[in-house]
């Protein structure tokens, strides 16, 4: 166990007497990939195959549309993974505009692992005047409107009662406030809820003040605890770090290598590299 770890768990932040015997994990990698690979890749890539033991597990959400994901959690747990759920609600569009791609699967071609998250409204959605994804959506009722989402299909894809949902906030370069109002909302609407419990994924630049965001949400339910969040950062990243080991206290799930491409057990994918400090970072 590395020393920070042990200081991590006393009360005044300092080692006191001997340092406890190595623990047989502090950390455990994972990965996230919009789109499906697949029930063959999955499976060739769960341990020994892969150092992974944990996977994103993205819900049909407003920008991530794709539903590749949907109705495999009974595959996956069966083959041993540990799960995330991530849901991609409203976003502002500061950030990388990412490509919408078909999911084709070769040894040639392969998906962007971000494919399909913040995909911008597209013409004929526009000219129908029914856009589910766009900035314009940042709104106190949208936040209630998409958790109600979120936990009906992870309800409806069987997850268990206090698995976390994690919305997931893409990088801004200023937090408007309208996003302010919308993953607030959302977060009061699941503790409302009571049957799951919030998560944040968000970029280390923006992770602080959204922290404190969402302590104001839980303050005004009257709610004890945090939401559980998921830091992006891909300064100083390996798989033998710990979460926190990004720079942010309380981080309990690190991103720290984006859209790579990583062959094991003969199986290509291209991947979001994690470190979580639990082995399943949506179980209860």
Known sequence: MMVVMSVACTDHGMVVGPVPAPR???NYPGFDTSIYPGDASMAAWRKPGSPYGWVGYYLAAPCHRDPSWMGRRATLM?????????????????????????????SVVRPSARAGIMTPPTVAEIESGVVTCSRTLLTTEQGT??????VTKTASEGFPNGTVIYLDIEPMQSIPASMDSYYRAWVQQVLAGGRFRPGIYVSKSNAQAIYEGVARAYADMHA???????????????????????GVAFAQVWQGMLDVAQTWNGVGINIDVDVAAMPSPSSP
């Not at 939401?227 to 080991?245: C, H, N, Q, R, Y």
């Open 24 to 26: 047989e994990s502090t």
């Open 78 to 106: 069966q083959m041993g993974w540990g799960l995330a759920v991530l849901y991609v609600g409203q976003q502002t569009f500061e950030g990388l505009a990412f490509r919408d791609v078909t999911p084709e699967r070769s």
């Open 145 to 150: 409107t998409d958790a109600i989402d979120a």
């Open 224 to 246: 004890t605890g945090s939401a559980v969040f998921w830091v992006s950062s891909t300064s100083g990243f390996s798989l033998d770090k710990s979460p926190e080991d990004v």
